[in-house]
């Protein structure tokens, strides 16, 4: 637990909150039982003797005919058509479903934070979107599959017990864990025989077993204007919608990603609050702060740096543990209790996921790929001044035989790692977190998006300068570029 944070006496009462409806909130649960703790759940009969129960809060959407039926869980944007709604998006998913293969090619488009459930004669099976950002855990005991946004919520139907794996111990308590906010690694838990479905995969729930599904090939390089073209278009077109449909606000901080969504934005900028939370470990100096502010100043933006309190109530520490397996308590926790208590309907929108596109992992494009081991994945992962956990370097050896791709040029292994083990479980448990209070979604998140943007050179898409972005920003919005990018300093500008 933060330092920085203190657990203060206040209670739910004093604030206003209805603990009922908090309890694993925006939340699913799927199996041979409903689960209805109050009047915030309720349940969906599905095929094979399969009950879904969801909370209120969460959107749910199915549908389907005699061969296939679809169920849509969560928010989902189809940047191709802005105006369509998610009921319209599933209508569109069922019209050219043949197959589970089918609708999965066919939710290539959609952006969002969502999850997929297709049931047809052979089975029933679980994709998300494609960072896994919407979670899903599952649970077998060898007779039943129970499925879940977590853990925690499994165990209201199941006795878990503890992962015996004799790694693990020494992979929690290692400080470059702590230092990555307990980052958790592949798809195992802290429970036995429960796990974490991985992006790019899906389960079949009757066996209990996830497949990878993506990719299915190398990404071959297209014109850099047409590259440029389509991505803004992705990312403008999103922004359209989530504005039609939600109240929106979006994160601004003096990072490239965050510059490029504000750059996708110009056209609803008007309808928008831009914001950053001031924490305790981002001071007024600090560039997320400054920079922020000077840039909405100059481009006219409905700006406001936030107050994280640092202070959080004992029962708000408490349900977010029973919430939500491993919830940490850091800096960044104290946003969602202000959003909670303050009552915000507003999506977050941020710029999580477009690392994957600035190669990440190697960053100026200097690492022979072709042969990489299990250990030096580790090590890119948690730095190389002393050997990774053992824990780390067994689960990234099981990712890797299951990554059954050769390297390629434009998408390679270590832009994989980034996209499965660090979005798909670090990216994956703050909007987690969240859910007790906000729902959030980046407009990044999005597999057409990522295979665009992996179509331009890879030296366009290094650091320091990536290019392709700049390009991108200066076609959608260019005096955002008049504005230094991770500035170190006020005299960096």
Known sequence: MSSSIAIMGETASEVGVDLKRLQFRRQFLLGGERFAPNEYWSAIQLRRGLHLSVHKDLTVFSAGHEQITVTLLGHAIDPLHPDRTEADILQSLIAEAEDLKSIIDSAAPLVGRWIIIVQDDDGTYLFTDPCSFRSVYYYSDGKNVWCASQPELIRTKCELSLNTDDTLGSFLTDLRHLRMESAWIGSSTIYENCFHLMPNHFVNVESGQQTRFYPTGPIKEKKLADVIELSCAILQSTMTALVARYGVMVALTSGWDSRVQLAASRHVR????????????????????????????????????????????????????????????????????????????????????????????????????????????????????????????????????????????????????????????????????????????????????????????????????????????????????????????????
């Open 270 to 493: 008007d309808e928008l609050e831009y914001f950053v939370y001031s924490q305790s470990n981002v001071q007024e100096d600090h560039p997320d702060i400054w920079l922020p502010r000077r840039i909405a100043k100059s481009l006219g933006l409905n700006f406001n740096v936030k107050q994280s309190p640092d202070e959080l109530p004992g029962w708000f520490v408490c349900l977010l543990s029973q919430n939500v397996t491993c919830a940490r308590i850091l800096p960044k926790t104290g946003p969602i209790y202000d959003k909670l208590v303050n009552g915000e309907t507003r999506i977050n929108v941020n710029g999580n996921g477009s690392e994957i596109c600035r190669n990440f992992f190697d960053k100026f494009c200097n690492r022979n790929v072709e042969v990489v081991s299990a250990k030096e994945l580790a090590a890119r992962m948690f730095g190389e001044e002393k050997a990774s956990p053992l824990f780390v370097i067994k689960e990234f050896q099981k990712w890797k035989d299951g990554f059954n791709y050769p390297p390629a040029e434009n998408l390679n292994i270590f832009d994989f790692l980034y996209w499965e083990q660090r979005l798909g479980n670090w990216g994956a448990q703050y909007p987690a977190e969240q859910d007790i209070a906000v729902e959030e979604i980046s407009p990044f998140n999005c597999r057409l998006l990522f295979e665009t943007l992996s179509a331009a050179p890879r030296r366009l898409r290094a650091a320091p300068d990536y290019q392709l972005y700049q390009d991108m920003m200066r076609q959608m919005w260019p005096e955002v570029l008049s504005f230094p990018i991770n500035p170190k300093t006020k005299d960096d500008e």
